[in-house]
């Protein structure tokens, strides 16, 4: 292992150490030959899992979940991954800790297709190319508050199931993510839903999307063309448990207009709400009392303060 004097912290809140391929390793050290395939194709996989500052320290929130989906989605990219989900955890928590993080925190696990094994001629490839995995933490804090998104209509469709395997998080697929988000912000709003080829509501850009019509609440169902967010398993979860009526069906973009709340969830934004899509306000354009109630129970639960779910928390003991 290399001398930790070696490693040192970036200002954009990247941790000093990384997992790379087997060791921690200073993060600046890691470089990658240019003939990668997962850079040319597009065929890796990665999770982002966040950590909370409870009153036993910085929890990492349901990292279980989290590495038995990304492992779920080595086997569909036929990524070998040496790790078992109880090896990842651990390193999760050794890099966490070797980082020094005691404030929120952000871990983005990659494992992709490096290089085509020998004697192999260049091409698009899952069989034959060897495989990595990696790992930084970034300091990543919550923000306090509930603000509220302004959202557009994607002209961007989410690719359908049978042409991106769309329940994993697939480095190529992020490409439509990435136009949707850009397309937003150049016409000044904060993010995109994207519908499916049927013209259903799938999904936001990197979140998964709630309306609430008179107290129920609605979400397209994980059978259509969405990544099953933790998120959308934990804010369900949640809302069931405290009463609140929740139904997984198809969900038209205009039945987004006429709900009484919107709002979108993903581990990097917890519970979002939104106020606005394509330029109408959605129920009085504030922030609403569902997506206020759900939100506070989120920010309960990843916080430590939710007893009947200490179990999806991961603490990181300090050294
Ligand atoms: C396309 C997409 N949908 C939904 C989500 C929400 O998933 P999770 O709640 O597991 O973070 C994400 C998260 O990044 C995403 O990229």
Redesign the pocket.
């Known amino acids: 292992m290399t001398d930790q004097n070696e490693a040192v912290s970036s200002p954009l809140g990247l941790g000093a150490w990384a997992y790379d391929r087997g060791r921690l390793v200073p993060a600046a050290e890691p470089a990658l030959p240019l003939s990668t395939q997962c850079l040319h194709y597009g065929t890796g996989t990665f999770e ?1 899992i966040r950590a909370y500052r409870s009153n036993d320290g910085l929890c990492l929130f349901r990292a279980r979940d ?1 590495y038995e ?1 990304l492992l779920r989605a080595c086997r569909i990219l036929r990524i070998t991954v040496a790790e078992t989900v109880e090896d990842l955890i651990g390193i999760t928590v050794d890099l966490v800790r070797r980082n020094g993080h005691d404030s929120d925190t952000y871990v983005r696990p990659l494992a992709y297709k490096l290089s085509l094994l020998p004697g192999l001629a260049p091409g698009v490839s899952l069989a034959g190319v060897s495989d990595a995995l990696s790992m930084v933490t970034y300091t990543f804090p919550c923000e306090p508050g509930l603000k509220g998104v302004r959202c557009t209509i994607s002209s961007w469709r989410r690719p359908q199931r049978d042409a991106l395997p769309v329940q994993a ?1 697939v480095v190529g697929g ?1 490409v439509t ?1 990435a136009l949707a988000a850009d397309e937003a912000r150049a016409l000044g709003l904060d993010d995109a839903i994207l519908l499916d080829s049927t013209g259903n509501v799938a ?6 999307v709630f309306a609430v019509f008179a107290g129920r609440v609605v979400t397209p169902p994980v059978t259509g063309d ?2 099953p ?4 398993d934990t804010v369900i979860t949640l809302c069931r448990e405290s009463g609140l009526d929740v139904v997984e069906r198809p969900l038209g973009p205009g039945e987004l207009l006429g709900a009484d709340e919107v709002f979108l ?4 934004k917890g519970v979002d709400p939104v106020l606005a899509v394509s330029g109408r306000d959605i129920g009085s354009g504030a922030v609403g009392p569902v997506a206020a109630q759900v939100a506070g129970l989120y920010e309960a639960v990843t916080h430590g303060a939710d007893s009947k779910h200490l179990d999806w928390l991961t603490c990181v003991a300090p050294d």
Do not use: D, Q
Request: aromatic share 4%; hydrophobic share 20%; proline share 0%.
């Open positions: 982002g989290h989906r998080k992020y993510s999904e936001a850009s990197t979140s998964n969405l990544l967010g933790i998120t959308r969830s993903s581990t990097g």
